[in-house]
């Protein structure tokens, strides 16, 4: 553990994920342990302190055999920092294992993905439908093993900060563990590689600290109120009543406001693994990818080869739409798919971000064809950008009024997700059969890229505003100055995509689209 250069790590592979603070990518050329590799923004780089990121890298070798052990378990920890030009760019550390991953039901069958516990504050009928299997054996058992997990990060000096559901894996493999992410946003002895920020809906109460163990064990709380309450968000720790009066009174000791008594993270270990014996419900097993159950509704009726109308938008969705009612079936067949998502009622953040990925995915994975074929894809991929652009718009003009910034925020980090895919999406298109093709998609390239960089400054503000309210220093502050400049950014390259676009579209039966629509 130390230092290699970029170079050295081979030809990066697929991205595996992204965030405010960097990109990860597959390293095809690491083999035991696989490893992926950690790119940090230009802004992240600007405030990283490499002396931190070196003792968290660190950290390993100084514990105990049996401590190293454990620490290697419980998270995905730095291995290597990486330099370019002489400067630290990011890091490497071990692929997320195997047992960490979930399957789960999308549309395009069942599938397995990276086993996030935000999947399971959901309510049942969610977890029906995307085949989660969980019971309340399973939940004490998980909460007592981030409860222990948490001890031992304090106990060698580490504090989790951002606790939330976004950066905390889960597996039901014998008995259930839990997996930290994003390690290198973790505490060391009250230090930080990186600003201390916070998810929207995890924040300490108003004058708590960050990163601190009291912190943690706040965030512990809500996290097993959530997670019996199949709920993102909740504070109300009624549902906890099903874990025993024991477990019940620490959550309202935990979340009642107060500073003295607050219980220990010992007392929630020892009151969850008791509440667990006492339950003795068994766990339901985990089940292999090929027989995760059929959810009991009905699922949806196959797509129809058009993109319904949405009253609230009409203009392109329409005019595209009726457009793709001309594809030809070998490509509606998949293409279909944004036929859903803009039809289907989607309430949860995950299963949105899950869908906007599939779309991507469909308008990427056809291969080479003819040109009318790129067109259309170039088209369905327009389609699917609109409601994240008017969720962007709404969510913004909230932030400038002043006005729920909370879920404004969450909704622009839901944003930043879907244009991420749709960035992917757009790198992956192939255009070299349409005039113009390549100054078309790197138009469009740039567009999404820059909007994007708008989303992830406007969230930060939002955040900003709904922990410190909405004075000069906020509403005026650099994340909405970076948020407007990178607007400005994109809706350049979004007209220039426009311009052509509008000689080359309608020559495939596209209509023309304004930038604004993008």
């Known amino acids: 553990m130390g230092s290699v250069t970029l170079a050295s790590l081979g030809p990066l592979g697929d991205e595996l994920g992204s965030g405010g603070q960097g990109t990860v990518y597959a390293l095809p050329r690491s083999s035991s ?7 940090y923004t230009t802004e992240a780089l600007d405030q990283l302190d490499t002396g931190v990121l070196t003792d968290l890298i660190a950290l390993p070798e100084r514990l105990s055999g049996a401590e190293r052990q454990q620490l290697l378990a419980a998270a995905a920890w730095p291995r290597d920092a990486v330099t370019d030009g002489g400067r630290v760019c990011g890091f490497t550390m071990a692929l997320v294992p195997k047992r960490f991953h979930t399957s789960i039901r999308l549309m395009r069958g069942v599938q397995r993905k990276l086993g996030q516990t935000q999947l399971l504050l959901n309510p049942p009928d969610y977890l029906d439908r995307v085949g989660i299997e969980i019971n309340d054996q399973l939940r004490l058992e998980l909460l007592a093993d981030i409860a222990r997990t948490l001890r031992f990060f304090h106990g060698i000096g580490l504090t989790v900060g951002d606790l939330s559901p976004n950066n905390l894996l889960y597996s039901r493999s014998g008995t259930p563990r839990c997996h930290f992410i994003d390690c290198d946003a973790m505490g060391l002895h009250g230090r930080t590689a990186l600003p201390q920020v916070e998810t929207t809906d995890w924040e300490v109460p108003a004058g708590g600290g960050l990163a601190t163990a009291t912190s943690d064990a706040y965030k512990l709380a809500l996290f097993c109120v ?8 909740t504070t109300e720790p009624d549902a906890l009543q099903r874990a025993g009066t024991s477990v019940h009174s620490l959550a309202v000791r935990a979340l009642s406001g107060k500073t003295d008594g607050l219980p220990s993270l010992s007392a929630w270990e020892s009151g969850l693994r008791k509440a667990a014996i006492k339950s003795g419900t068994p766990r339901p097993a985990a089940v292999p990818q090929s027989t995760v159950p059929r959810p009991r509704v009905a699922p949806p009726r196959a797509a129809p080869p058009f993109v319904p109308t949405v009253r609230q938008q009409p203009g392109l969705l329409v005019r595209l739409g009726r457009r793709m009612a001309g594809v030809r079936r070998r490509s509606m067949a998949r293409l279909a798919v944004l036929s859903l998502i803009l039809g289907y009622g989607l309430t949860h953040t995950d299963e949105i971000e899950s869908w906007m990925r599939e779309a991507s995915a469909a308008v990427s994975e056809l291969g080479h064809s003819d040109a009318q074929e790129q067109a259309d894809r170039v088209a369905a991929l327009l389609v699917a950008s609109v409601p994240v652009r008017n969720k962007v718009k709404n969510a913004v003009g909230s ?18 997700s879907a244009r991420q895919r749709s960035l992917t999406a757009a790198r992956a298109l192939d255009v070299t059969d349409l005039p113009e093709g390549t100054a078309l998609k790197n138009q469009l390239v740039l567009a999404f890229k820059h909007s994007k960089a708008a989303d992830d400054a406007y969230q930060r503000w939002g955040v900003k505003m709904s922990r410190h309210g909405c004075g000069r220093s906020v509403r005026n502050g650099p994340d909405r100055r970076l948020g407007d400049k990178e607007s400005k950014m994109s809706s350049r390259f979004k007209q220039e995509f426009v311009k052509i676009w509008d000689r080359v579209g309608p020559a495939y039966g596209h209509p023309k689209v304004e930038y604004q629509d993008i």
């Open 33 to 39: 342990p696989p490893l992926v590799y950690k790119a």
């Open 399 to 416: 932030l400038k009024n002043c006005k729920r910034a909370k879920s404004a925020a969450a909704d622009l980090g839901l944003a930043s």
């Open 226 to 233: 959530r997670l019996f309450a199949g709920d993102q968000s």
